[in-house]
């Protein structure tokens, strides 16, 4: 199965009933089947807590996910990609929306620079699967800017021959340019030009699904194309996502957070850009342990299961000779006193294997010093960033015995 088919994700049954109601309208030339697709088959989209309608993916590794949170669809472009970016309104504003989808997130940016802006607006859209945009022009739109997006995906689909009819009416502003990429992210981000966007939404499934749009290769194009005080915002919390930017020269920070228990992740070449630490424990994690290796995708063109299978060989590698073990979160116990006896004795066991004696040695006090500067603000010189890099260093300096 080429890798398309399998990013293609979402569930078989719409994306047949999408197919098969373009097909229609292409042979008939009738606007039929694209009017009443919604009310016929709403029972495949999903109604999310705010009203908006979302769509479930493929069951992948037995686990399907929804394109969006079930706390609201809309509302969840706006929290998590929106809210946290510091957009300078008096200049023109381009944006990289990565894994498009619905085109959730590109409408709430309309929506936000409408509403503050006269300037320019650029939108580079960019999604692998043409039946999940064509669900964009089939779910009622969320907020009136959708019409605005759709029309540029519509646009689009029928210059790659998808639609036929323009059936989308809302005309896109004369201040507004979106361009809708209908390919593998991976190579699109090698097509655009460095220094070139104030954002980038980055929306994939999940790490496990999707491990090739969070590796540290993908993230180095990021780094070329965003400009220095751009920030990057994804939902995920994931620690290998968080230590790949790292890896690709990026500072990162908490994002919000919402549906979900833990808040997300920004990025930015700028650390001022970035206002929150992440959690004391991520951080330790992140710098320490082997669940703070990053997935690898050199050539931007492996498969997911490739991709996580090398990670794994990495980390086991890693395990016991440059990392502490990730197992029983051992390193969030560095510089604690431990009453639980069974615990410790497990912990101690894995310290040991990286020349640290125990939990309160004078080692673990040293690695973990660096939290004592712990500021949920942060800044340029004292941020979750600079705090990782240093801990690393002296994990590496107590293993080599220096
Ligand atoms: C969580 S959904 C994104 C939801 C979207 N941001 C919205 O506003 O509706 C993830 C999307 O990533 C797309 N995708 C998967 N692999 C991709 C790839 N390699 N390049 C671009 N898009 C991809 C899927 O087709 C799916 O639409």
Known sequence: MSYEDNARIISDDIFELVNECFDQERSSR?????LNFFDTYNDYFVLTDDGSYSI??????????????????????????????????????????????????????IADFMKNSTANLTIDMVEISKATLACGLLVPSPIPEHDITRKAIENE???????????????IPENIQINVFIEDA??????????????????????????????????KQFRRL????????????????????IESDFY???????????????????????????PKNDEIRIALSDVGIPFRDPGLN?????????????????????????????????????????????????LAKMNIPSTTSEEARYIVEVENRYNEKQDDKNNS??????????????KEGN
Do not use: W
Not at 386 to 396: P, S, V
């Open 30 to 34: 009738n606007n039929e089947s694209r």
């Open 56 to 109: 479930n993916s493929k069951e992948i590794n037995h686990k399907v996910e929804t394109l969006h949170t079930s706390t609201g669809a809309i509302s969840e472009s706006f929290e998590k990609f929106i809210k946290p970016m510091k957009f300078d309104y008096t200049t023109d504003i381009a944006i990289l929306d990565i894994c498009a989808g619905l085109g959730y997130n590109s409408s709430a940016a």
């Open 157 to 171: 689909l029928i210059k790659q021959n998808y639609a036929t009819l323009s059936l989308e009416t809302t005309e």
């Open 186 to 219: 991976r190579q699109t981000v090698q097509k655009l030009k460095d220094n070139t966007y104030d954002a980038i939404f980055l929306d994939p499934f999940s790490q496990n699904m999707a491990p090739e749009l969070f590796s540290v290769e993908f993230f």
């Open 226 to 245: 965003i400009k220095d005080d751009g920030i990057i915002a994804t939902y995920t919390s994931s620690a290998p996502v968080r230590s790949g930017f």
């Open 252 to 278: 990162i920070g908490l994002g919000p957070i919402f549906g979900r228990k833990q808040g997300g992740t920004l990025a930015s070449h700028n650390p001022l850009m970035l206002d929150y630490s992440l």
């Open 302 to 350: 492996n498969t997911s299961d490739y991709i996580l299978e090398k990670r794994t060989e990495e980390r086991h590698n890693a395990r016991h000779t440059t990392k502490i073990s990730s197992a029983v979160k051992t390193p969030i116990f560095l510089g604690k006193e431990m009453d639980d006896e069974k615990l410790k004795r497990r912990v101690e066991r894995n």
């Open 385 to 398: 960033t600079t705090r990782i890099i240093e801990m690393k260093k002296r994990l590496k300096k107590i």
